[in-house]
C-alpha cells in the first residue's frame, strides 16, 4: 500500500512540474500587463510617428503572444512539451503560407487587372 501512495505522489510531482508556479503566473501577468499598456500607450501618447504605430502595434501583440504562451500555456523546449512546440510552429508556418499566398495572389490579380481610363470608351 504505501508503494502505491509513493507512485501517486511521484506522478502528481511529475505533472505538477509541467505547471507554473505562483512566481511565473505573477511574472507572466505582470509582462502581460506591460505590455498592454505599451501598446496603448503607442496609439495615446502622441510621442510616436503615425507610420510606426501599427508596427509597434505588432511587435508588442507578438511580445504579449509569446509571454502568454511561455508563463500560461507553459510551451517551451522541456522534453513533456517539444511536441505541442512542434505542432504549434507547424501551425505558424501553415497560417504564414497561406496569408501570404493569399496576399501575393491579391497582389498580382490587383496588378494584373484592367484599370479603367479615360481612354476606355464605354460599349454601347
Not at 41 to 58: Q, R, T, Y
Amino acid at each position: 500500500m504505501s508503494g502505491n501512495h509513493h507512485s501517486h505522489d511521484a506522478h502528481h510531482g511529475a505533472e505538477h512540474a509541467d505547471h507554473g508556479s505562483t512566481k511565473s503566473y505573477l511574472i507572466g501577468f505582470v509582462l502581460s500587463v506591460v505590455l498592454t499598456l505599451a501598446s496603448f500607450g503607442v496609439v495615446m501618447s502622441g510621442k510616436v510617428p503615425h507610420d510606426l504605430m501599427m508596427p509597434g502595434i505588432v511587435v508588442f501583440g507578438v511580445a504579449q503572444l509569446i509571454v502568454q504562451l511561455v508563463y500560461f500555456l507553459h510551451m517551451g523546449t522541456s522534453p513533456s512539451q517539444r511536441g505541442n512546440l512542434s505542432i504549434m510552429l507547424f501551425t505558424i508556418l501553415i497560417l504564414a503560407i497561406v496569408v501570404v499566398g493569399s496576399l501575393w495572389v491579391l497582389h498580382n490579380m490587383n496588378v494584373n487587372m484592367m484599370h479603367p481610363t479615360s481612354h476606355m470608351v464605354p460599349v454601347e
